[in-house]
């Protein structure tokens, strides 16, 4: 158990946190406060991403977008997509752990 305990702490603690904007691959570009739910449902097959507040675009990893996907179609949000992820960043990619569509 004490094993278990200091794996999970040392996991934990190299993750990090990004807040901003989700959107598809697709719509990186364009107006993220524009872009809607339906919007990001429909061009799901593209993948995910966060834009933050200084317009920078994260890449979420496969099981990124699947949670994304998930929270996506389970949100009555229509814009104003916000989300904080948390996970590891690999170049442009984040390796995500959670997804909390706010």
């Known amino acids: 158990m004490r094993f278990l305990s ?3 702490l040392a ?3 190299f993750a990090d946190s990004w807040s901003g904007t989700v959107v598809d691959v697709l719509c990186k570009g364009k107006d993220v406060a524009a872009h809607t739910r339906q ?3 429909a061009c799901a097959k593209g993948g995910y ?3 933050l507040a200084d317009g920078k675009f994260l890449k979420l990893d496969e099981s990124g977008n699947a949670m994304a996907l998930s929270k996506l ?3 009555t949000k229509d814009k104003e997509l916000k989300a ?3 996970g590891k ?3 442009e990619v984040i390796q995500v752990e959670s997804i909390d569509l706010q």
């Open 73 to 75: 179609k389970a949100s």
């Open 89 to 91: 960043l690999d170049g």
């Open 49 to 51: 991403g966060l834009v």
């Open 6 to 8: 200091a794996f999970l």
């Open 39 to 41: 919007c990001a449902l």
């Open 84 to 86: 904080k992820v948390t």
């Open 11 to 13: 996991t934990t603690a």
